[in-house]
């Protein structure tokens, strides 16, 4: 029996929602057998460019005194949250991502670009049609 | 006789309000957990997420309630909870059951029932009505605005890169007060700081809802749309919705209420607040900001001679060191007409205006021969 404090994935179809759980390490997560929710996590960001994340704290602590281990992303999240020291992880994820960022800036930049652009035609496809043009 | 009965229950209230300390108007924690700071309840730090001493509870002085004017600017909230303040407020501000008990259109109103008693059981039923009326009546808190908080509790710029959005992370303990939450905020720079009260106030509204409250600012209070309620004479219901809406130290808050204050002084519509909770505070607004001149009038147009006195002897005690507290102090036999008439020679900013009222009041007296304290 491996307790472990993990993610079970909720939500649905391009919008994942993560509870943080007290469960089995190898079991399904939505197999309904999560001892004890303890948080959740919401990946996706609100309106102010924030991701939420909920942690009981006092019940986190009960179940690391029970034996139970965080998961590495479980652990890197805490790690952020300042319960835990920062795990190595995301400091190497850091370092790629700015490596990502440096080699190639100049395909990021056309690729957003072009986002834009096509965006921004596709808002131009579904504008209504002004009253002079229809009475035209 | 319900008439008669009224006003006999109206006498045995004042004296109540006057005399008791039963009711001594207290700050209860659990309405209005702003007011942990005045309380003097330290507390416990935040669990997990200390970083040295101190944090942005300000813990209460010893010092006397309204000495230092320098103090005095910055936080209302001592002058504010002095005992002498507050048996003065409660006074003006009355208890008209009729008002308190006033039919609201609302949710979960209920129908007024119809019932045959007994006088005794009347008496019973009044008495414990007016009881029940003295906690609607609780004053919402006048304080000073809360300082912006402003802790660093890591700065880890090798995270740089890793998110291109904020994680905010909260606490969800059970049993845990809201204003001692943690709520704490990692930046996509790598910085992991405490969440602004904004921030904490948005939050805090996602986890533990409050009824009443919306997220972020409701339109109502967007400054166009307030004035368009004030001039249409909301004023109370504007006041009960900041008071669920907002914290009371939020400056939101202060700048709303500060805002239908200003709106009815320039209007005279004073008593359109009376018996409400929200009388109290405006009354202490003025008086703190030493705009009490309007006021003094309307009273002392009302003919009210105890509200006049009641007025001025809450100045002196919010700025003792005025010229007029101290010539009122060196008169111990002084009338009150004599405490107003000081007052308006001395302090008062509109002295013309307050000398009139003084005087349209004397007439009246002479007119019906009385010079008694009349109510």
């Known amino acids: 029996m491996a307790l472990a404090i993990r993610f079970a994935l909720f939500g649905c179809t391009n919008r994942p929602f993560f509870h943080i759980v007290v469960m089995e390490k190898r079991r399904a997560q939505r197999s309904g057998k999560i001892k004890e929710m303890i948080g959740s996590y919401d990946p996706m960001p609100n309106q102010d460019n924030q991701k939420l994340v909920a ?59 072009a986002q834009e652009t096509e965006a921004i035609q596709v808002n131009e496809d579904t504008q209504p049609v002004s009253t002079e043009d229809a009475s035209q | 006789m319900a008439a008669s009965m009224k006003c006999a229950w109206a006498r045995c209230l004042s004296t109540i309000l006057l005399n008791s300390t039963k009711h001594r108007c207290q700050i209860s924690q659990p309405l209005y957990a702003s007011c942990s700071n005045i309380t003097g309840d330290s507390g416990n730090d935040e669990i997990i997420f200390r970083k040295g001493e101190g944090g942005t509870d300000q813990t209460r002085q010893e010092a006397g309630p309204a000495d230092d004017t320098k103090k005095h600017r910055r936080d209302p909230g001592k002058a504010f909870t002095d005992v002498r303040v507050q048996k003065i407020l409660l006074r003006l501000t009355g208890l ?39 906690r609607k009546l609780q004053m919402p808190p006048v304080l000073g605005a809360r300082e912006p908080i402003d802790e660093v509790l890591s700065e880890d710029p090798e995270l740089e890169g890793l998110n291109t959005s904020k994680l905010v992370f909260i606490d969800i303990s059970q049993r845990v007060p809201l204003k001692k939450r943690t709520i704490v905020v990692r930046e996509p720079n790598g ?16 986890y533990f809802p ?67 909770r929200h009388f109290g505070p405006m009354i202490f607004y003025f008086t703190y900001y030493k705009k009490i001149d309007k006021l003094l009038v309307a009273f002392l ?75």
Not at chain 2, 191 to 206: G, H, I, M, N, P
């Open chain 2, 191 to 206: 910085t992991l700081r405490k969440a602004s009260w904004e921030e904490r106030d948005v939050t805090l509204q996602k």
């Open chain 2, 301 to 375: 147009e009302e003919e009210s001679l105890e509200d006049s006195l009641d007025l001025v002897k809450l100045y002196h005690i919010v700025h003792p060191s005025c010229k007029s507290a101290e010539k009122v102090a060196s008169m111990p036999d002084a009338t009150p007409l004599e405490i107003i008439r000081a007052f308006a020679e001395m302090d008062a900013t509109q002295k013309s205006l307050v000398q009139q009222a003084i005087q349209t009041y004397e007439k009246e007296c002479d007119s019906t021969g009385s010079t008694q304290l009349r109510r």
């Open chain 1, 55 to 113: 942690v009981d704290f006092q019940k986190l602590q009960k179940w690391l005194g029970f034996g139970a281990v965080p998961t590495k992303h479980v652990a890197e999240l805490l790690g952020l949250g300042g319960f835990y020291p920062i795990h190595p992880m995301s400091y190497i994820k850091a370092k790629r991502k700015r490596k990502l960022m440096e080699k190639q800036p100049a395909d990021m930049q056309a690729k957003e670009e």
């Open chain 2, 210 to 276: 409050q009824s009443g409250r919306k997220i972020g600012l409701p339109r109502m209070f967007q400054q166009d749309n307030l004035e368009c309620m004030l001039d249409d004479g909301k004023h109370e219901y504007i006041l009960n919705r900041a008071c669920s809406q907002f914290e009371i130290d939020d400056p939101e808050y202060i700048r709303v209420t500060q805002r239908t204050y200003e709106h009815i002084d320039g209007n005279g519509k004073f008593e359109d607040l009376r018996s409400t």
């Open chain 2, 96 to 134: 008209d059951l009729d008002k308190v008990y006033e039919y609201r259109a609302a949710k979960g109103a209920g129908v007024a029932k119809v019932a045959l008693m007994s006088d005794q059981q009347l008496k019973k039923v009044y008495e414990s009505a007016s009881y029940k009326a003295l």
